[in-house]
């Protein structure tokens, strides 16, 4: 149990152009769940937290309005990067969360902009 | 905020030796200590987690000490094998749904 996936798993995108990136809790509807970009050989940096029907919270430094993340439903959030530029080629990874329990990953996915 | 500091960055230690990661944190609101190992271009996977009403934890060949009132925890393993090589991050935070902070990560490589 406590399975979540991402999709898509690795994007290239021209510079300019948007991207979705969805996660999914796929047996446990997830009342929390968390982004973080992960640079190479670096550590998971935390870009915001999601609940859901309510608003992200954004960490210090982390562009809102440039990372759009929406959690519509307990098993779906997504994390839309727009007007992408070569700096935000990152592994972006979710986690997804339930009351009591540890943070279930996704598999993460390699964003590429160039 | 929470500040989690981890040593060493890298760590070589011979088959069947030991190793030890040790982290520091700031925030004595912190209760959640989780290891993460992760290996390339995967996911994070918990390994151990201890809360902060126990000093100690086992399983198996892993095993996990805190210190609350020094504000650090280490991870331990015993008996290293090949397949242990990767990289390992300790994080911290209040527990429940919230937010966790994360170290810098150790890479352990076992020699065989």
């Known amino acids: 149990g406590a399975v979540v996936s991402q999709h898509p798993s690795r994007v290239i995108c021209k510079s300019g152009t948007s991207v979705k990136i969805e996660c999914r809790s796929l047996?446990?509807?997830?009342?929390?769940m968390f982004w973080y970009r992960q640079f190479p050989k670096q550590s998971l940096m935390l870009m915001a937290t999601?609940?859901?029907?309510?608003?992200?919270?954004?960490e210090q430094g982390v562009e809102k309005d440039k990372f759009l993340i929406n959690h519509a439903s307990l098993t779906l959030s997504t994390l839309t990067v727009t007007s992408a530029h070569p700096e935000d080629s990152s592994f972006y990874i979710c986690s997804a969360t339930r009351t009591g329990h540890e943070q279930y990953f996704g598999p993460g996915t390699r964003l590429t902009v160039t | 905020g929470e500040n989690v500091e981890q040593h060493p960055s890298t760590l070589s230690v011979q088959e069947g030796d030991s190793a030890v990661i040790k982290c520091t944190y700031s925030d004595s609101a912190s209760n959640y200590f989780p290891w993460y190992k992760q290996e390339l271009g995967k996911r994070p996977q918990l390994i151990i987690d201890?809360?902060?009403?126990?000093g100690e934890k086992k399983d198996q060949r892993i095993a996990v000490t805190l210190n609350k009132t020094a504000k650090h925890f280490s991870l331990h393993i015993t008996e290293t094998q090949p397949e242990d090589s990767a990289v390992y991050f300790c994080a911290a935070g209040p527990g429940g749904n919230e937010k966790l902070t994360f170290g810098t990560g150790t890479r352990l490589t076992i020699i065989p």
């Open positions: 047996d446990f509807q997830a009342t929390t």
């Open positions: 999601s609940n859901e029907g309510s608003k992200a919270t954004y």
């Open positions: 201890i809360r902060s009403n126990v």
